[in-house]
């Protein structure tokens, strides 16, 4: 994947947010370019989801703005979506229809909705799920379907908020070949919110790392291993020392939960 | 595998044998019943026996025919209405907060007021006609219906309430393809304990008086010592609810053909 530097599509500036007396976020800025794998990595609780809350529109910041392609989007709902460890699929809807939720939100009829999600089944490996309920796919291709329906929603920008957190460790290092391997044909850019430092590492194109709350960003890391990426690239020194690097960022200050 | 399959047989028999236990349960109680009223301990006037209540079952069963569709009309009347009403009200308390906070309260406490004693007071309002019956009907099924509905509403997940919303979606938009069909199934189960009231409710108007109706031809026949009928009618009283009761259910599968393969899917895990 080429990024290009110059098409900015989601640009966070200094936002803030205090929940009653706890200060969530204290100054978060980040960018997002087209086509690019962006990873916001922090520990749990540490104000990472009220970040996409913001962007997404649910809540509003107390300070600073979100520019979606240089349109101002703070605090407005309806313009790009996100994806939950959850996978939030209606168990009483079909896959297909389940998928198609965006359409219909568009104002589309039933069939009109099926018919524009019909094709993409194939993209995703979800093809011969389409008549399926949730509850009768595996984790792993219910949150296929998840990604499915979030990518329905807003093509050009996805968050995807700990997506396979939910998952088993083979499952989820599978789902994340997956993923690299259907990006390769979609146009799209992804906000990636993580505490998994390898699964950032593996997919990013760059990481934001998030200190503990207040949330700032403590460094933005720039991933220049080489892409398309195979799974044995987490053993190579390279990766190691990306690794090592953060998790050093991530130990600072708390010497005294650190083990021995 | 062998030893897999003998439990799996197993497993299937006592199942089946689960299954059997409460019918072998009421047929031992009802064994014991004929042999007291047999043997004279008690007299069958006072208690008239299993089988001579089923005989007597099927020979005023023809004769009855007025009074089961002068109940039926009622019941149904009573409970279609109930259910328009309880729907309104669920939406609309769901909807409006300050409505919920109001009247919830106060639904609560109305049901501790005895219909019993409330339908005399309808009788004299209302005469000896249907309305009487059709109240008391909507006000024993309305409650269980309002207060399911209202509960499935508040059930919904927040996280997909908030995920329509990240997609921009309206108040009448998130309604209609979540709040609504996430409630169905607390819905159903209002329902299905309405439907069963709902005869309850028609006899206990009717017993106030009337023209017709099952729960006239109760008083005639108490008044006649004929305790043989006034068992049969209560076992048709039982028969018609279990029956509205399996045809809600039935209604429930056809509406919700997902939610009787997701219950097979959590039985089997």
Known sequence: MNTC?????????????TFGDTAVIEDVSLELYEIEFVSLLGLSGSGKSTVFNIISGL???????????????????GRVSYMYQKDLLMPWKKIIDNVAIPFLLKGQGKKQAREKVKDYFKVF?????????????????????ALLRTYMFSRDIMLLDEPFGGLDA???SKMHCWLLGILENLKTSI???THDIEEAVFLSDRIYVLSNRPARIKEEIIIDLPKPRERKIVTTENFNRIKRHILSLLDEGEEENGCI | MKRLESTETRKKVSQAATKGVPSLFLFILLITWQVVVDQGIVQKYILPSPLDTIVTFVQILPGLKSHIIITLKEAFTGFFIAICFAVILAVLMDSIKLLKKAVYPLL???????IIALAPLFVIWFGFGLLPKVIVVILVCFFPIVIS?????????VDMLNML??????????????????????????????????????????WLGGEGGLGVYMLRVKHSFALDKMFAVILLIVIMSMLLFKGISLIQDLLMPWHKLLNKNIGRQ
Do not use: C, H, W
């Open chain 2, 149 to 157: 509905l209202l509960d499935g509403l508040n059930s919904v997940d």
């Open chain 2, 165 to 206: 919303k990240s997609m921009g979606a309206n108040r009448l938009q998130t309604f209609r393809i979540l709040k609504f069909p996430a409630s169905m199934v607390n819905f159903f189960s209002g329902l299905r304990i309405a439907a069963t009231y709902s005869i309850m409710g028609a006899v206990i108007g009717e």
């Open chain 1, 125 to 145: 490996g979800l093809e011969g799920f389409e008549e399926k309920y949730p509850f009768q796919l595996s984790g792993g291709m219910r949150q296929r379907a």
């Open chain 1, 191 to 193: 906000l990636f919110i």
């Open chain 2, 108 to 114: 609560v406490v109305s049901q501790t007021v005895p």
């Open chain 1, 170 to 172: 083979i499952t989820r």
């Open chain 1, 5 to 17: 530097r110059d098409n900015l599509k989601l640009s966070v500036k200094n936002i803030k947010k």
């Open chain 1, 59 to 77: 809540v509003m910041p107390d300070a600073g703005e979100v520019f979606i392609e240089g349109k101002n989007y703070t605090g407005k709902t």
